[in-house]
């Protein structure tokens, strides 16, 4: 559906409007009441007293929304009222632990029909358009209906509610009201299947609640996808029962040397079911052949010179390699590999596959073809980086673009015969790229990354030879070699992760970066509730108190 951006009047102007022959004064009243994303270009002309006082908030905008001109104000006696699903249920408590915290009401949650005034969570009645994991959300003067086919779309639908309400429903401590929403109905779905962020806990380690904190902030923008790299040069940071070395040493540092970490299997399991109960799934990647030092310090064994190297506290790539000829290798990423499927319920297993200069052309061939066939006797699917289109892609396998061109010769000649992209093209989706040349966080050699550059491409007409049919889907990918802290992460993410999960999510035709850049700013408030420091782009307006 498309939309077209309406001028904002300045908060509490009123707006006059000629509407026919009368003149129709639509006041301040309007930006609280009538405010709805893309409701201006879904309203037919002569019923649209909002339009120019429209303000749009939904990030990722929807596919398309319709206002009624009523207001929804939750009540401190509202309830929440589920169908009988145990996974209602819980998206239901999810809903509800939001909205205690920052209003102070009790929210009960209940299984039953929902009274007046209430918000109901329900596994029907959404048109099967929607799919999985759309929603259709109905809100009016006596109460908000979210329904959906599966829960992930009901799951969504309850981030657009929340973004619906006022910003600070997002704070953890209690605001004051009127917590209202503005009437009207979204329908909603998404583009790609695959909407991803990737954190790197290999340069630098981060604890489980650190990705949890990251796993909550991503559910927000309806990312579905988390790729956690779990190994490189500088770090092993998942415990193997059958190699334990390379967690109990390779995993004991990091970039700079400072003391690293890795994730016992219960961590990671929790990890993943944290991440399930956000209706994202997590995709384990053990980078191989190549960024493998941190295993090679920790089993001599697996050296063709039988000699184990130091262990790596720099930032170079492209130095490692595991040893294609020796028969152990093969058995230690079976190993790895089926302990690693174990701990995942996804269907994919990243084996890396990138900066592989120290392998020779021949043998990194020989390495990827017994990879995928490793990870197919366990029963998953490869995704790799793009350089695993030098080798024979296997018909399932996932190639991950992450150059920064539009063209790569071996990715589309894999196009071609039917290989599928997931597009990270780091030069618009690294977050470890600088916003500007005074960042002080992050690399430089992919380019500067501000929003603008992030939400200015078309993942589907993108990349050479690569058309809409072809893409999984987009992941914005979270290098850590300068990143140490939580609030690195949320400096670099924020707000350049929205602009790639709107990309990910919502139409093309909804893209238009004047009204993109209001959306986002609307965001602003939201993350500062959360206690989320954000860069402060100066593309992007951002109301006051933000
Ligand atoms: C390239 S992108 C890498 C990583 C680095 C990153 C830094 C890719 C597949 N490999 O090893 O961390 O650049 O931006």
């Known amino acids: 559906m498309s939309r077209t951006p309406s001028p904002t009047p300045a908060p509490g102007s009123p707006t006059v409007r000629r509407r026919g022959p009368r003149l129709v004064l639509v006041a301040a009243l309007t930006a609280a009441s009538l405010v709805w994303a893309g409701a201006a270009s879904a309203l037919p002309d002569t019923t649209a007293t909002a ?47 939001v909205l205690r915290a920052s209003t102070g009401f009790a929210v009960p949650v209940s299984a ?3 009274g007046n005034g209430s918000i109901a969570l329900q596994l029907s009645g959404a048109p099967g358009s929607v799919g999985d994991e759309g929603y259709l959300l109905t809100t009016t003067a006596t109460g908000v209906v979210v329904q959906a086919n599966r829960p992930a779309g009901l799951f969504h639908g309850v981030q657009t509610l ?21 009437g009207g109905t979204v329908t909603d779905y998404p583009r790609f299947t695959h909407r991803g962020a990737m954190l790197d806990v290999a340069r630098h380690f981060f604890t489980v609640a650190q990705v949890k904190r990251y796993i909550d902030q991503l559910a927000l923008y309806k990312v579905n996808q988390l790729h956690l790299h779990l190994s490189d040069d500088q770090g092993w940071r998942i415990a193997i029962n059958s190699w334990p070395n390379l967690a109990a040493y390779g995993g004991g540092t990091a970039v700079g040397g400072g003391p690293g970490g890795y994730y016992t299997q219960a961590d990671y399991s929790a990890i993943v079911a944290y ?6 799934t997590l995709i384990p990647e053990i980078d191989l052949p190549g960024h493998t030092n941190a295993a090679l310090a920790s089993y001599a064994e697996l050296n063709c010179s039988g000699v184990a190297p130091p262990r790596y506290t720099g ?19 079976d190993q790895v590999i089926g302990e690693l499927a174990a701990l995942t319920p996804g269907q994919y297993i990243h084996i890396g596959g990138d900066e592989a200069s120290s392998t020779t052309a021949a043998d990194y061939a020989t390495f990827i073809g017994w990879a995928q066939q490793i990870v197919a006797a366990h029963g998953k699917t490869v995704i790799g980086w793009h350089e695993v289109t030098h080798a024979t892609p296997l018909p399932t396998t996932v190639a991950q673009y ?19 992209v997931l597009m990270s093209p780091a030069n618009k989706t690294y977050l470890d790229m600088k916003y500007t040349r005074r960042t002080k966080l992050g690399q430089t050699w992919a380019g500067l990354i501000d929003v603008d550059t992030a939400y200015g491409w078309n993942p589907g007409a993108y990349l050479a030879g690569v058309g809409e049919s072809s893409v999984l889907g987009v992941e914005a990918p979270l290098w850590t070699e300068t990143v140490v802290t939580s609030a690195d992460i949320d400096y670099l993410t924020f707000p350049r992760l929205p602009a790639i999960a709107e990309l990910g999510w919502s139409p093309w035709s909804t893209h238009n970066v004047t009204a993109f850049h209001q959306r986002l700013g609307a965001q602003g408030p939201r993350w500062k509730a959360m206690g989320i420091g954000y860069y402060r782009s100066t593309q992007v307006t951002w109301p006051t108190g933000s």
């Open 315 to 333: 930032t170079n790539v492209g130095f490692s390699s595991l040893c294609v000829p020796l028969e152990v290798t093969y058995t230690f990423i």
């Open 162 to 182: 929340l973004q619906l309400l006022p910003p600070r429903v997002m704070s953890g401590t209690v605001q004051p009201g009127p917590w209202t929403v503005p």
């Open 112 to 114: 039953g029909a929902a």
């Open 275 to 280: 991440a399930a109960s956000r209706y994202i």
């Open 51 to 97: 339009a120019a006082a429209t303000t749009d908030v939904l990030v990722p905008a929807p596919v398309s929304s319709v206002a009624n001109g009523a207001t929804y104000t939750l009540a401190s006696a509202a309830g929440i009222a589920t169908d009988a699903s145990p996974e209602a249920g819980a998206i239901g408590d999810y809903l509800a632990g």
């Open 402 to 420: 992450w150059g920064p061109t539009t063209s790569d010769a071996a990715l589309a000649a894999a196009v071609a015969k039917g290989t599928k």
